[in-house]
């Protein structure tokens, strides 16, 4: 097999990247976090993004340990992407058509040959509509700014406030809105421990490899 592709889905806090992260730890496959291009670019250029700023703009993204590492300028600046002020920038700009067909070329150049597991939303609808297992992620919006803010150290309310706007923006826009994709297995992380749900994704990922192999 020269390329198996898992895509997982979901809105902020939803446990994408913990369960993405697992699956490159335990299971070799390769993370792609295709957030983090949206976020590279905010935190770069800002809200005032263009074309030419974007072309203009010395950014490469490294798979290194299994995930990706983003560096500006010839600077690793992965650290500097998390948090909700730079998710906030990242999911405005992500409503524009060329940034998105930008983060879109930039992730499916990454993944090319070997086992991948890429989140975002929209990998399973429109990255990889093609990808072997697509997952899809929820949770209540309370428990999903309470992880939040536990990953990022920020104040619970302002999490909660920002990513509730940030879920509206996202499944609002008018390109490639965050939807649950066809075909997708959802799992509602709500109350479930982070091995949980790892176990039931693992568990979906096994039984459609299993299936095609069969
Ligand atoms: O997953 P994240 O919180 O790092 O993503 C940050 C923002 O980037 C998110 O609010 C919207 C945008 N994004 C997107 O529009 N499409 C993706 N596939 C991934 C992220």
Redesign the pocket.
């Known amino acids: 097999m020269d390329r198996f592709i898992v895509t997982i ?1 979901g809105p ?1 806090g939803s446990g ?2 913990t369960i993405a992260k697992l699956l490159a730890e335990r299971d070799g496959f390769v993370h792609i ?4 291009v ?2 590279a670019l905010a935190f770069a250029l800002g809200e005032s993004v263009d074309e030419e700023r974007i072309k203009g703009l010395d950014l490469e993204l490294r798979i290194e340990n299994s995930s990706i590492v983003v560096y500006i300028d010839g600077r690793d600046v992965t650290g500097k ?1 998390i948090g909700e002020n730079v ?1 906030k920038v ?2 405005k700009v ?1 409503k524009l058509g060329f940034v ?1 067909d930008y ?1 879109n070329e930039r992730v499916r150049e990454l993944a090319k040959n070997g086992k991948f597991v890429i ?5 399973g609808s429109v ?1 990889f509509p093609y990808a072997d297992v697509k997952i899809f992620l929820d949770a209540d919006l309370k428990e999903r700014a309470r992880r939040r803010s536990l990953e990022t150290g920020e104040d619970f309310n302002e999490v909660l406030k920002v990513i509730e706007k ?1 879920d509206k ?2 499944r609002e ?1 008018d390109i ?1 809105p ?1 939807v649950k994709p066809q075909g997708a297995y959802e799992v509602d992380t709500t109350g479930k421990g982070i091995e949980e749900v790892y176990e039931e994704v693992k568990d979906i990922i096994r039984r459609v490899y299993d299936n095609r192999n069969r």
């Not at 976090?33 to 983090?36: D, F, L, R, V």
């Not at 989140?119 to 990998?123: A, F, I, L, N």
């Open positions: 889905d902020a994408k990247s976090n295709s957030g983090a949206y976020r992407l998710g990242a999911s992500a998105r983060v989140d975002g939303r929209d990998c990255i940030r923006q996202d826009r490639a965050l």
